[in-house]
């Protein structure tokens, strides 16, 4: 169920319907748009007692969100979600294109360092990288934990790099969002619903990557268990499937750019060195996903990817980051969208460490 309230509608008439909804045992959750505030309702099992919401002041109508997923749907937000980076230039959704790239994992201080100076130069505002690994072997580098979280923040500081790394559980989950400024949730774990939830009560970027068998349906319900929680801040990637494709590690799914777009408000990025699992195939279908609409690129990027402890094959070198960013920042126009090289930083608010109250 969803409240639309009047474009003329006042802080007061919206916080009264989000009282009322409380009253009736339900969730409000006030999504302001350009033109309107909706209140979505989430916690009812069945069809919501209007009670007297289509009479209160301020409200236009009451209407039925007929999605199994509600919150992350066009019903509820009709305008494209940006998530923007306080006391810097960056975004995630909108007009400018966010690109991430960074090695799999942070191996040592080094490595990360060397490789971030380059991201920076080519002119990223995102730098990833893994403290903790989920690994199919657990005899494989499960990554550097804490010393690479504390590796990152120091590479925020001296780059002005937005940072990027995977909570792989609950464990993890407040450690990584203390330090991180999107925490990122991987494939593996995107019906893991407890984490899910966690995540929806921390308020940090969540970076949401799709399943390796998950449906569109799917994958907004996993993004659903974050927002109903009231983190409305849900970046989705998609990372490829797991098809009968021999010639590449997964089936990069592009087609559900658009229809992610169609149906939900939420920003979609597309990760295609996952998605490929190749070094030379990552170009072409990172300028795939630029021309297909997406939000942005996740690129695995190291300096020695024959030496790397995780992904190696596919980090690209920081020399073709550069490339794929010209290329990419070419593209743009042409789909309405800009690249922005380099990210400005506020000085003051300079690289903080989130403020997890705000
Ligand atoms: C990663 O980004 O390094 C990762 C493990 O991704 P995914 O969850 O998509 O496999
Ligand atoms: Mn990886």
């Known amino acids: 169920m969803l409240v639309v309230m009047k474009a003329q509608a006042t802080q007061e008439e919206i916080q009264a319907v989000c009282d009322h909804i409380e009253f009736l045992g339900y969730r409000p959750h006030p999504m302001p748009g350009a033109q309107r505030t909706a209140i979505g309702i989430t916690g009812n099992q069945g069809e919501v007692d209007r009670g007297n919401l289509e009479e209160m002041s301020g409200v236009a109508e009451v209407i ?4 199994a997923y509600k919150l992350a749907s066009r019903d509820v937000k009709e305008e494209d979600t940006i998530i923007r980076f306080p006391g810097t230039d960056a975004t995630i959704g909108g007009r400018n294109l966010a690109i991430i790239g960074g090695p799999c994992s942070i191996e040592s201080r080094e490595q990360a360092f060397a490789i971030a100076e380059q991201i920076a130069a080519s002119g990223a ?4 990288g893994g403290a903790y690994k989920p690994r199919t072997s657990p005899y494989a580098f499960q990554g550097l934990g804490v010393e690479a979280l504390k590796i990152m923040a120091e590479i925020r500081d001296k780059f002005g790099l937005r940072i990027v790394t995977e909570a792989i559980d609950n464990e993890t989950l407040d450690l990584v969002a203390k330090w991180a400024d999107v925490v990122q949730i991987g494939a593996r774990n995107m019906q893991n619903f407890s984490l899910l939830k966690h995540a929806g009560r921390l308020r940090i970027p969540i970076l949401l990557k799709r399943g390796i068998s998950a449906t569109l349906e799917e994958f907004l319900m996993a993004a ?3 927002m109903s929680e009231g983190n409305y ?15 590449s590690r997964n089936t990069l799914d592009l087609t559900i750019v658009p229809a992610i777009q169609k149906v939900s408000h939420l920003p979609i990025l597309v990760d295609p060195s996952h998605g490929t699992g190749k070094r030379d195939k990552v170009l072409p279908l990172a300028r795939a996903a630029v021309a297909v609409g997406a939000d942005g690129v996740m690129i695995e990027v190291h300096n020695q990817p024959e030496k790397a402890l995780s992904d190696g094959p596919q980090s690209i070198y920081p020399d073709q ?27 003051g608010a300079a690289n903080q460490q989130r403020d997890q109250s705000r």
């Open 321 to 347: 980051f550069a490339r794929m960013m010209d290329e990419l920042q070419q593209l743009a126009p042409i789909v309405h969208r800009d690249l922005p090289r380099g990210i400005h930083v506020e000085a």
């Open 125 to 128: 505002q995102f730098f990833r």
């Open 64 to 67: 039925r969100v007929s999605k």
């Open 224 to 226: 659903e268990y974050i």
């Open 233 to 247: 801040e849900v970046i989705l990637c998609e990372r490829g499937v797991r098809t009968f494709v021999d010639h």
